[in-house]
């Protein structure tokens, strides 16, 4: 507490009636200090404690009113205790303002001298007393705050010992509880359970007996360093149990201290996480691997990939990705299901991983389709792309022999398209669109081969996309017809028959040829609601010729139909469904096969046939010498008509070869009774050559190209034009 003198500050602009003061005061132990203005009063104020102010009134520029307020302004000064003292303001108006203002007393001059003492004395006392006062009470209330930080201190330990206890007891959470060294001194039943050590095992060892191998000295300095700042380490940590496995756990430590502040005790409490880790192993797995063969999935795929052009942009290198499609792989799920499907895709998945290096990336994208990607390659594009052709007959010699797969001998074949980046150029989409485009080239030109992306296929590519899009909106806009080419026969000149052919006219494509965008939707499915759409639309036409009597000349209209199309399950229904609903006899329809579609399935397909056959449909075999032309199916299947191809035609007056193959098709025709049609017959000597060979019908731009139904109907009240 101060124990310096109390200090009284004299206020008088006269000289004689501050020394009348301080003579008055004499006797007092107190140091006086005169101010003969207000203003020096205030700025004395400002610098010293005072504890008591004898405050004149009267002064000039500054009263002692002014003064007053100045002081009550200040929070450092508006506690000193004021005396006014005063000649000038007798009257009680005066003394009242002066009390008002807050003044502790107020004096008039002629000063008694010994009322004076007693009161300033009385004041003196009382300040000091109340500075007393405050100065207990701060004592008094920092002890109050330092005993209750004390008792927050010891709670908080008590509430962590509380909870170890918890813990120790009954806890399903492991403990271990330390002395200030880290000694153990305690450690709970599902400590023992979960590491293995038991109580004996352990006390007075150190945690570190737990330590593994999974983390670096940092990792356990930030930890401590952590307990020790803050008092607490949370987090995953790997420990070895005593049998030496290694697990994670998720473990918290906490750091007990006395009201001190002096560290008493370690605590630490953990779970075992280690099925936790696995799921998130299986869901980062399932993420990033095929389920099926095992191999890395698309996003892992392009994760890598990514990497290696980066990579290739740094060495100077190339890198290759191989897209690999198996060739009518639909057959195998259609023909034999899909387990045995999935179970050849495995056998094949792990042929190729067996073929390529290590450092290549196999990756299953979809269905049958895998990709690989083979980085630092030369940089040399010959070089890259011998490189990649070696790569290419590995797989072919792979795949050269069959897959045994419950019982059955499976051969496959591949195409695969190839595209090539150089120094880190391209990106990783644009490389498996190339790929995939090449891809489609090498099956393009019959599988069993491989491509390497030129820029021309982006073109037919990009050609085809279009197609698609637009084809899948074709229908309900309306941009499809149905075009009917004349049959005729051969030795009577007149038409005995149509060949229904689609026609599209897009509104931004314009015209399409069938021959471009058939193919495109065999491949995207969209050919059965084109093709049913055909179907309804050519039974429809055949009720209205019916109508018309035109079948008294006419036998038939054919119908091409699609592989993809006749393999569907539900085939029979439909052609069924659209004959029942149309009511046409069903011996004016006839369904266009190519060879193509009679190689799956033996016997589920003789049975289709069959069927189709029992409901009075006719069946010819389209563009027959192109395929198989197997001589077997010829007489196992219940077929009508046999169409030579309009490629043997072509080469009728050219090519003996063609000759040949045509003479034996008719030949081979007559033996199995089959009816026999030339397709694309285009000049007299064709035709000619057609009839000194016994073929009994032709079709070709000779007569007629395809036609609208008006124009066909208006040439069968005719013979064939030609
Ligand atoms: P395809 O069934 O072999 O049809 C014969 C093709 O030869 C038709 O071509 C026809 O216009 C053409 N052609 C006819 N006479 C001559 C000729 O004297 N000379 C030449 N150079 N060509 C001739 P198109 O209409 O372009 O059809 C091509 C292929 O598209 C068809 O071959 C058929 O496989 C397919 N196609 C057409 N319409 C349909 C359909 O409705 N459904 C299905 N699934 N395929 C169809
Ligand atoms: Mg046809
Ligand atoms: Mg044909």
């Not at 051969?490 to 040829?513: D, H, M, P, Q, Y």
Request: charged share 25%.
């Amino acid at each position: 507490m101060n124990i310096e003198k109390q200090k009284v500050l004299i206020v008088d602009d006269i000289d004689s009636n501050i020394l009348l003061l301080k003579k008055a005061l004499k006797n007092l132990d107190v140091e006086i200090v005169e101010a003969n203005s207000g203003k020096v009063a205030l700025q004395l104020v400002e610098n010293f404690k005072f504890d008591l102010i004898l405050l004149d009134i009267q002064m000039p520029e500054m009263d002692g009113f002014e003064v007053f307020e100045a002081l009550q302004e200040n929070e450092n000064t508006q506690s000193i205790k004021v005396i006014f003292v005063t000649a000038a303001f007798t009257d009680e108006i005066s003394r009242i303002k002066g009390y008002q203002y807050g003044a502790v007393d107020y004096i008039q001059k002629p000063i008694d001298n010994l009322t004076l003492l007693a009161r300033v004395s009385v004041f003196l006392k009382l300040t000091a007393h109340e500075e007393q006062l405050i100065y207990k009470n701060q004592i008094l209330k920092e002890e109050i705050e330092e005993r209750r930080k004390t008792e927050n201190a010891l709670r908080e330990s008590e509430r962590q010992l509380n909870l170890a206890a918890i813990i120790f007891n009954e806890g399903a959470e492991a403990a271990l509880i330390t002395d200030h060294q880290c000694k153990i001194i305690n450690v709970n039943a599902s400590f023992t359970k979960i590491t293995g050590y038991s109580l004996d095992d352990v006390i007075g060892k150190y945690p570190s007996i737990l330590k593994s191998d999974r983390h670096d000295n940092e990792f356990y300095q930030a930890m401590w360093y952590s307990i020790i700042t803050t008092g607490k380490w949370h987090g995953e940590i790997w420990n070895r149990r005593k049998d030496g496995s290694v697990y994670p756990e998720w473990e918290t430590i906490t750091k007990v201290t006395d009201k001190t502040g002096k560290v008493v005790n370690f605590i630490a409490t953990f779970i075992d996480i280690s099925q936790h880790i696995q799921q998130q192993d299986r869901i980062h797995y399932l993420a990033h691997f095929d389920s099926l063969t095992s191999l890395p999935n698309r996003p892992f795929f392009l994760e890598q990939i990514k990497k290696e052009i980066a990579r290739s942009k740094r060495n100077q290198r190339a890198v290759a990705v191989l897209l690999l499609d198996l060739d009518r792989f639909k057959r195998i799920n259609d023909t034999f299901g899909h387990p045995i499907g999935d179970e050849l895709l495995v056998q094949y998945a792990s042929r190729l991983l067996a073929c390529m290096r290590k450092e290549d990336t196999i990756a299953r994208l979809s269905g049958d389709e895998l990709i690989i990607l083979v980085a630092d390659l030369d940089n040399d594009k010959e070089k890259a792309v011998q490189q990649v052709v070696t790569i290419a007959d590995k797989i072919f010699q792979a795949l050269s022999t069959s897959f045994q797969v419950e019982g059955y001998d499976l051969l496959v074949s591949v195409s695969i398209g190839v595209s090539l980046s150089y120094n880190g150029i391209g990106n990783a989409d644009t490389l498996i669109k190339q790929a995939d485009t090449a891809m489609y080239k090498a099956k393009d030109e019959g599988g069993n081969t491989f491509r390497f992306f030129e820029v021309e296929m982006e073109d037919a590519a990009v050609h085809r996309m279009k197609i698609e899009y637009e084809l899948r909106s074709a229908i309900s806009k309306n941009e499809l017809f149905v075009y009917f080419q004349p049959q005729i026969d051969v030795s009577t000149n007149k038409i005995i028959g149509a060949e229904s052919l689609l026609r599209w006219t897009s509104a931004t494509l314009g015209f399409v040829s069938p021959a471009d965008f058939i193919p495109v939707a065999e491949e995207t499915g969209l050919i059965f609601e084109i093709g049913n759409w055909v179907l309804e639309t050519v039974c429809k036409q055949i009720k209205v010729f019916e109508s018309e009597g035109q079948f008294e000349t006419l036998q038939c209209i054919a119908v091409n139909i699609s592989a993809r199309q006749f393999n569907e399950s539900n085939f029979l229904k439909i052609v069924s469904g659209f004959i029942e609903k149309t009511g046409i006899d069903p011996k004016h329809l006839e369904l266009e096969l190519t060879e193509s579609t009679l190689v799956t399935d033996v016997q589920a397909l003789i049975n289709k046939l069959h069927a189709l056959k029992n409901m009075g449909i006719r069946i010819s075999i389209d563009d027959f010498g192109t395929g198989y032309s197997s001589l077997a199916y010829l007489q196992k299947f219940p077929i009508n008509v046999l169409k030579i191809d309009q490629s043997f035609i072509r080469g009728l007056s050219t090519d003996f070869g063609d000759e040949t193959i045509v003479k034996t098709i008719i030949a081979m025709a007559k033996t199995f009774k089959l009816h026999v049609i030339a397709e694309g017959v285009e000049t007299i000597d064709q035709l000619n050559y057609l009839k000194q060979e016994g073929c009994d019908a032709y079709q070709g731009y000779l007569c007629s190209p395809a036609i609208e139904v008006d124009a066909f109907k208006s040439i069968l009240k005719n013979e064939c034009p030609c």
